[in-house]
C-alpha cells in the first residue's frame, strides 16, 4: 500500500468541501445544500473539491464561473443542479466549455460524495483547466522589449498598473486597490457584483457592477424564483396560512445565512433545518430562536450601527419598518381584515435592528398563519413580500432593486467587516432587482 | 573536529528535509498550475491594480504598547531575584514604575489610541 492510496483512504471518509456558485432560478434549490450529509459548504474555491452550480449560468456569469472552476485546486469536479423554470438548457452552454461537467438533479448529495470518492481513488480525473493557461495581464517593464523597471517604481507589474494614492480618513495619503468582488462572493447574495475602490480595510468607493441576471435578448427571461409564493400571490389565490409560512421560512434561510456570516455556522445550520421542515406547531421553537438571537451579545456587537438606513426613499418592507417606517401591504389588504394585524417596526434603522425586525416578523407570521385558519387571499392589489411590497403590476421597481441603488452610498467609508454585515442585512435578490430592468447596456 | 561534525549532520539533515519536501510535493501536490489557476479569489471577480498597496496599519499603536510592557517585563525578571533581599523598598519601587506606565496607560485609552479606527 503506497502513500498515495493511504491518504485517498482518509480523504474519503472526510466531508465532500463544496463551493456553490448560484445562477439563475437556482437560489432555492441552494438552501439546502448545508443541511446535506457529508457536505461542508466551503467560502473559498482553495478549500474546495466540488464545484457546484445551482440554476442556470447565464452569459454574465459564465466567465466568473470558468474563473472560479480554475481557482479550485485538484483534483477537482463540477457538478451542475438542473432546476426546473430556470430554462434548462436555453443560453446555457457551461455544459460545451466544462468537458467533465456532471450534471444532477438538485439535492442530491449522495452523488457529490460518490464524485470525491471517484476523484480521490483515481477513478475519475480531476477537471482540465477551463482558461488559457495565459497570464490575464503580462509584465511589462519600462524597457521597449517589456524589460527593465527597479522595485517598485519600475514598469507596470503583470500588467496592472501600480495603485493611485488618495486621501485617507486619517489624513494620510495611502494607496487604493481597486477590485472587483463577486459574483460568487459568499457572504453576498448570489449576482451581487460590486466595484471597489479599498485602502486597507476601508471602502472608500463601492459601485453595484451589472446585474448577471437582466436577461440579454434571446435569453429566457427572469423570474423570482426565491420568494416564488409571493410572486404566484399576485395573480392567483392562495392561502394566507401558506403565505404566512412562505414569509417565516424566507426570514429563517435569511437568518441562518446572516449566523453564517457572523461565525455561527452551527447553529444557522440548525435555523436551516428548522425553516425547511416549518409548520405551525413550531411557534415555541421559533419564539425560543428569536429571544436568543435578540439576547445574543456577539450579534449585538457586529450588528449595532452598522448600515444605518433611514428616512425617505426606502421602499415599503423589512428594512424600512426596522427604521421606524410602519408601511405594510397586508394593512390594506382584504385577506388580513379583522384578523387584528399591525405591523411590527423596530427603531434605529441599523444591521441590529434589520435583525431583530425579522426575527420579530417570523413569530408574528407563524402567529397570523395560526389565526387565520384556511383563509384564501384572492389575487390583485400589491403582495407584502417578505423583502417588501411587491407592486401589482409586473415591471415595476422591486424593494431589492430600490435598495441596490442605494448601496453605493451607505458602502462608502465603511470598514471591510461592517461593509459586508450591511450587505446582508439588506436581503438583497439580485433576480428580484432584474425584473422590469431592460437588457444591459454594451451588449 | 567534533564542531565541523556537528556541522555537517546539520547540513546534510537540512539538505534531506529539503529534498523530502520537494519529493512529497511532486509525489502528492498538483502538477504545474495555469495562470488562471494562480489567480486571487474574488468571487469571480479581479483585481484592476497591482497589489503592492501601502496602508494604515491600524494596530499601530496597540504594537508599540505592547513592546513598551514587553520591556517592562524583562525588567521585572532582575527585580524578582533580589526583591526578598530588598523586602518593602523593592516592592515600592516597582509599584512606582507601574503606576506611571499605567498612567501612559490611561493617555493613551482617553485619546483614542487603542481604537480600531
Known amino acids: 500500500m503506497g502513500l498515495t492510496s493511504g491518504l485517498a483512504r482518509l480523504a474519503r471518509r472526510a466531508p465532500v468541501p463544496v463551493f456553490p456558485v448560484v445562477g439563475a432560478g437556482g437560489r432555492r434549490a441552494a438552501t439546502v445544500l448545508p443541511t446535506l450529509d457529508g ?44 432546476v426546473d ?23 442530491d448529495g449522495e452523488q457529490l460524495r460518490r464524485l470525491m470518492g471517484e476523484l480521490v481513488s483515481g477513478a475519475r480525473t480531476s477537471s482540465p483547466p477551463a ?28 500588467g496592472r498598473p501600480m495603485p493611485g494614492w488618495a486621501d485617507d480618513r486619517d489624513g494620510l495619503k495611502l494607496d487604493q486597490l481597486k477590485l472587483r468582488l ?66 417565516a421560512r424566507h426570514h429563517l434561510v435569511w437568518l441562518a445565512g446572516a449566523l453564517r456570516h457572523h ?68 394593512v390594506a389588504d382584504d385577506a388580513y381584515r379583522d384578523l387584528g394585524f399591525e405591523p411590527v417596526t423596530d427603531a434605529g434603522g441599523d444591521a441590529r435592528a434589520r435583525l431583530r425586525q425579522r426575527v420579530t416578523e417570523v413569530v408574528q407570521a407563524l402567529e397570523l ?3 387565520c385558519g384556511d383563509r384564501r387571499r384572492e389575487p390583485g392589489g400589491a403582495v407584502e413580500g417578505p423583502r417588501g411590497t411587491l407592486a401589482a403590476g409586473e415591471g415595476e421597481s422591486t424593494p431589492s432593486a430600490a435598495l441596490l441603488e442605494r448601496l453605493p452610498d451607505l458602502l462608502a467609508g465603511q470598514e471591510w467587516g461592517d461593509a459586508v454585515t450591511t450587505v446582508v442585512s439588506l436581503d438583497l435578490d439580485l433576480e428580484e432587482a432584474a425584473l422590469g430592468a431592460g437588457a444591459p447596456v454594451g451588449t | 573536529m567534533a564542531a565541523f561534525g556537528a556541522a555537517l549532520t546539520v547540513v546534510v539533515a537540512g539538505a534531506v528535509a529539503v529534498l523530502v519536501t520537494r519529493w512529497l510535493r511532486l509525489a502528492l501536490g498538483p502538477g504545474a498550475l495555469t495562470p488562471p489557476e494562480q489567480a486571487p479569489f474574488l468571487g469571480g471577480g479581479s483585481v484592476e491594480t497591482h497589489a503592492w498597496s501601502r496602508y494604515h496599519v491600524r494596530y499601530y499603536a496597540m ?55
Open chain 1, 182 to 247: 463577486g459574483p460568487a462572493f459568499p457572504p453576498f447574495p448570489p449576482g451581487l457584483v460590486l466595484d471597489l475602490e479599498v485602502q486597507g480595510d476601508v471602502l472608500q468607493t463601492a459601485a453595484v457592477g451589472d446585474n448577471p441576471f437582466v436577461s440579454w435578448p434571446g435569453d429566457p427571461p427572469v423570474t423570482v424564483t426565491d420568494s416564488v409564493e409571493f410572486a404566484a400571490a399576485r395573480t392567483e389565490a392562495v392561502a394566507v396560512a401558506d403565505l404566512e409560512l412562505a414569509r
Open chain 1, 131 to 158: 482558461l488559457p493557461p495565459v497570464e490575464p495581464a503580462a509584465w511589462r517593464g519600462v524597457g521597449p522589449y517589456g524589460q527593465g523597471g527597479t522595485g517598485m517604481t519600475g514598469g507596470v507589474p503583470y
Open chain 1, 39 to 82: 457536505i461542508e459548504v466551503v467560502t473559498t474555491p482553495r478549500a474546495a473539491v466540488v464545484l457546484l452550480v445551482v440554476g442556470r449560468v447565464t452569459r454574465a456569469l459564465l466567465a466568473p464561473v470558468l474563473a472560479l472552476h480554475d481557482q479550485l485546486p485538484g483534483p477537482r469536479a463540477a457538478v451542475q443542479w438542473r
Open chain 1, 263 to 330: 461565525g455561527l455556522a452551527a447553529r444557522g445550520e440548525r435555523v436551516l433545518r428548522l425553516a425547511s421542515g416549518l409548520t405551525i406547531g413550531d411557534a415555541a421553537a421559533v419564539q425560543a430562536l428569536a429571544r436568543s438571537v435578540v439576547r445574543s451579545r456577539s450579534l449585538a456587537w457586529a450588528t449595532d450601527g452598522v448600515g444605518v438606513m433611514s428616512g425617505d426613499g426606502l421602499p415599503a418592507g423589512p428594512v424600512a419598518r426596522a427604521a421606524g417606517d410602519v408601511r405594510d401591504a397586508r
Open chain 1, 85 to 107: 423554470g430556470g430554462g434548462d438548457g436555453d443560453g446555457d452552454d457551461l455544459a460545451g466549455v466544462l468537458p467533465g461537467l456532471v450534471a444532477a438533479p438538485p439535492g
Open chain 2, 63 to 117: 504594537a508599540l504598547l505592547f513592546l513598551a510592557f514587553d520591556m517592562e517585563m524583562v525588567f521585572m525578571y532582575p527585580w524578582a531575584v533580589v526583591f526578598v533581599e530588598e523586602g518593602v523598598i523593592a516592592l515600592m519601587e516597582m509599584l512606582m514604575f507601574i503606576t506611571i506606565l499605567v498612567l501612559g496607560i490611561l493617555y493613551a485609552w482617553r485619546e483614542r489610541a487603542l481604537g480600531w479606527a
Open chain 1, 369 to 371: 398563519a395560526e389565526r
